[in-house]
């Protein structure tokens, strides 16, 4: 069974940094998309970046996020990262870590969210 386990939030002010990262066991996901979501309360699901797998795998970011926030990956330690700079109010959420394969099956899988709130 895979689990992701998110870690790395906390409280930071306007214009901050935080790296969170995620760390994968009881599968080797080098073969997966990986990804970036935030949750605030009352709404949906937001993406915030997806990097696809191999060396050099695409990234893709969402406009809120380009510029600010860096993912990467490393497929030797099962674990994804996201750098977060400038940060802003609206920045605050839950974020979750997802990966995902569709072939030959899919298979989707969550971690538990890790809390960032930027104030003053």
């Known amino acids: 069974q895979v689990q992701l386990a998110e870690s790395g939030g906390g409280l930071v002010q306007p214009g901050g940094s935080l790296r969170l990262s995620c760390v994968a066991s009881g599968r080797t996901l080098s073969g997966y998309d990986m990804g970036w979501f935030r949750q605030v309360p009352g709404k949906g699901l937001e993406f915030v970046v997806v990097?696809?797998?191999?060396?050099?795998?695409?990234?893709y970011y969402a406009d809120s996020v380009k510029g600010r926030f860096t993912g990467s990956r490393d497929n030797a330690k099962n674990t994804m990262y996201l750098q977060m700079n400038s940060l802003k109010p609206e920045d605050t959420a839950v974020y979750y870590c997802n990966a995902q394969v569709l072939i030959p099956t899919v298979h989707d899988y969550w971690g538990q969210g890790t809390q960032v709130t930027v104030s003053s």
């Open positions: 990097i696809e797998p191999g060396t050099g795998g695409n990234i």
